[in-house]
């Protein structure tokens, strides 16, 4: 589906690396948390590296506020850089370890009385790896760090209740051999909280190598199917990803679901949307790759295109609505959807790569290798498959000096090591941190405006020129 349906997500890079938890694994370099958080390094950066992604990658995509730990940043800093992202197109996810609490939330969403956002999108990490969470800094197992959970889910309820500020919320977590065991429980805790999204990563060793832990393999080498087969038992059903797959199998695994009834029900009934052994739900993926394509844009542009589209193919409506009647026949019928309720939630696996496989992959790659040359028979078969995955991967990160969009592994094994040792000189904690301002982002949006003026009349010159001279 990758670049038929969409062109996949985009994260930030060098923004703000320092974290405030101390994690095994740690997938920030070793010198992430000798660089200061600065808000104005941060918005600036993020607008270079936005307009570098829409002139690359197209006007809209889904952009991860992404580094070390995000509300590190000044609430003002924080709305400013989603808000410099919302401007180049982006449709921003915050990614934070969630240990905030609603002043901070309210804060970020609410200035002087009235709304920044209509929407707020956050990626929540939580396992019981993790160091440093106020009232549980070590968590003994999952199930102990449920609470916490429900509380973030709680926060962002009460902000869309109390300032009409609507939420969609990511869980992720890190999965080791540790917490394996207890990754059912975890999801059948989870499932019914009020995420749109449950996310797991089989670790790897990335990051700061001494909290490396040893046996990460032990449950990644099967392709992660050890991981969804947990996520399965506690989602209570069968989770069938091959009909959107996204990127390389390897990497990703992703189901739609629906889930029937309230938040919170214990009780509530999980189907999958699309399933690989209905040929139907097949048949009908397949129309709306071919008929619709490219989903990923402003929401009232997607709606102006899916009104296009049955405008122009009313026969679209027969297959549409055969499969609304396959959704509710795995409800059990029309009334339990009006009586309790259906909403989505999506199930996805990312299967990370060790850095010094992607560091020899990358080696090869950027001497222009392909995974099929004889010298990467001698690097040995991970290398290949390192190879092969990158070349396919869906998370996309922008190096604007270089000229170039980078995998996200190759960014993190490659790239941020040498990079946040020169953010720690540039960014150096013993200087005062300076906070963006707003006049600072109209400045960024002023000069962004001008370019785009300047393209434009040198685009209309070219082509006056060009009628001119074919005369």
């Not at 080791?176 to 065991?181: C, D, G, H, V």
């Not at 290798?369 to 070349?391: F, N, Q, W, Y």
Request: hydrophobic content about 35%; charged content about 25%.
């Amino acid at each position: 589906m990758l670049g038929r349906l969409s062109p996949g997500c985009e994260g930030t890079r060098a923004v703000f690396p320092s974290c405030n938890f101390s994690c095994t694994p740690c997938y920030h370099s070793a010198d992430a948390n000798s660089v200061r958080v600065d808000g104005m390094h941060t918005v600036t950066e993020i607008a270079r590296q936005m307009d570098f992604l829409r002139r690359e990658r197209g006007p809209v995509g889904h952009c991860q506020l992404i580094g070390g730990e995000v509300t590190l940043l000044p609430p003002e800093d924080h709305a400013l850089a989603l808000e410099t992202m919302r401007f180049f197109g982006r449709i921003p996810m915050s990614f934070s370890h969630g240990d905030f609490d609603y002043d901070y939330l309210k804060r970020l969403a609410v200035k002087d009385g009235r709304r920044r956002f209509d929407r707020l999108d956050f990626a929540l990490h939580f396992d019981m790896e993790m160091r440093g969470r106020r009232g549980i800094p070590r968590p003994r197992n999952e199930s102990e760090l449920t609470p916490y959970r429900q509380k973030l889910v709680d926060m962002f309820e009460r902000l869309r209740r109390e300032h009409g500020v609507r939420y969609y919320l990511a869980h992720n977590m890190t999965v080791q051999a540790a917490n394996l065991p207890y990754i059912a429980q975890a999801v059948r805790e989870s499932r019914a909280m009020g995420f749109r999204l449950l996310s797991f990563q089989p670790a790897a060793q990335q990051g700061a190598e001494k909290r490396w832990v040893d046996n990460l393999r032990s449950i990644a080498d099967d392709d992660g199917e050890m991981v969804w087969q947990e996520i399965e038992k506690g989602m209570g059903i069968r989770l069938p990803y091959s009909l959107f797959q996204m990127g390389d199998v390897r990497c990703n695994r992703m189901c739609a679901c629906a889930v029937l009834g309230p938040k919170g029900d214990p009780n509530v009934k999980i189907f999958p949307l699309f399933d690989d052994r209905c040929p139907q739900d097949a048949r009908c993926r397949d129309l709306i790759v071919t008929n619709i394509g490219n989903i990923v844009m402003m929401p009232h542009l997607l709606a102006v295109k899916l009104v296009r589209t049955i405008l122009t193919r009313p026969w679209l409506l027969i297959p549409a609505l055969r499969w609304c009647l396959r959704i509710i026949a795995r409800a059990g019928g029309l009334w339990p959807i009006l009586h309790r309720g259906i909403r989505p939630l999506t199930i996805v696996m990312h299967r990370f790569m060790d850095a010094k496989d992607v560091s020899k992959a990358w080696d090869l790659m950027d001497d222009g290798v392909s995974s099929d040359d004889s010298r990467v028979d001698k690097a040995g078969p991970r290398i290949r498959e390192t190879m092969e995955r990158l070349a396919s991967c869906s998370y996309a990160m922008a190096q604007p000096d270089q000229g170039r969009v980078v995998p996200a592994c190759v960014q993190h094994s490659v790239y941020d090591p040498v990079e946040n040792k020169e953010l720690a000189r540039l960014l150096s904690r013993r200087d005062k941190s300076q906070s963006a301002t707003q006049a600072e982002v109209d400045r960024i949006r002023r000069t962004d405006l001008s370019n785009q003026q300047q393209s434009l009349n040198t685009n209309s010159s070219e082509q006056g020129c060009g009628t001119t001279c074919s005369g």
